[in-house]
């Protein structure tokens, strides 16, 4: 797919499951070395358990990954600060957004055009 600034819905879906992929498979890659650096039961209950499953700095690592495959941007904005409970959540997110940067942008140019369509033919 080349870099676009937009596109349609139908477009968006289509790579909808190319993105989750993308996701899940960095998210296990991330999972298999983490093995290591598992925390002891008892650190689990402490200092563990307040981090987040998938931190921001993760997530840039996974965003790189996307842009990589799919050539779509993803801004350092559409990260979630604090990261992410699961991978069922930063996918959620990370498509909400997605969509919202390159399939809503499309909606509201083409019903801009169609308003000043309108206007032209006088109503």
């Given at each position: 797919m080349s870099d676009k600034k937009t596109m349609t819905e139908e477009d968006f879906y289509k790579i909808t499951p190319k993105i989750e992929k993308i996701l899940h498979n960095a998210w296990e890659e991330e999972k298999s070395s983490r093995k290591d650096e598992?925390?002891?039961?008892?650190?689990?209950?402490?200092?563990w358990s307040a981090l987040p499953t998938i931190d921001s700095k993760v997530a840039v690592v996974f965003a790189v990954k996307v842009e990589k495959e799919t050539k779509l941007k993803v801004s350092e904005e559409m990260i979630r600060k604090g990261g992410y409970d699961s991978i069922t959540e930063l996918v959620r997110d990370f498509l909400t957004k997605l969509h919202k940067k390159y399939v809503e942008k499309v909606k509201a140019i083409s019903g801009k055009i169609k308003s000043r369509k309108r206007r032209r033919r006088g109503g």
């Open positions: 598992a925390p002891s039961s008892e650190e689990k209950n402490d200092i």
